[in-house]
């Protein structure tokens, strides 16, 4: 069992920046590959960003590189994704997840791979 717990959402202009905490307990936390995704009014849940176990290995959406930071700190079991350059499309729930089928090396961009999920954060980047 994974348990997680999202926070850092909230109201920002365009051009302006958040950083999104996941807390996660139940688990070795760096035996598990973490992702964020989101899912916008009407839309369907899409991948953001992933990283592995050990933080070596990560993956992003086209419309995030560059601009989004995944990243992960193993002694303090807390999943960080820092987000610059927000556009009001970046407006969604923000979801942390974890995948507990590979092992530290372990990283994926596909949302059926993920085996726990949080509740979600809002993030709302106004025009």
């Known amino acids: 069992q994974v348990q997680l717990v999202e926070s850092g959402g909230g109201l920002v202009q365009a051009g302006g920046s958040l950083r999104l905490s996941c807390a996660a307990s139940g688990r070795a936390f760096s035996s598990y590959a973490l992702g964020w995704f989101r899912q916008a009014p009407g839309k369907e849940r899409e991948f953001v960003a992933a990283i592995s176990g050990s933080g070596g290995g990560a993956y992003y959406a086209d419309s995030v590189k560059g601009r989004f930071t995944i990243s992960r700190d193993n002694a303090k079991n807390t999943l960080y994704l820092q987000m610059n350059s927000l556009k009001p499309e970046d407006t969604a729930v923000y979801y942390c997840?974890?995948?507990?089928?590979?092992?530290?090396?372990?990283?994926?961009?596909?949302?059926?791979?993920?085996?726990?999920w949080g509740q979600g954060t809002q993030v709302t980047v106004s025009s």
């Open positions: 997840a974890a995948s507990v089928r590979g092992g530290s090396y372990y990283v994926t961009p596909l949302s059926r791979m993920y085996d726990y």
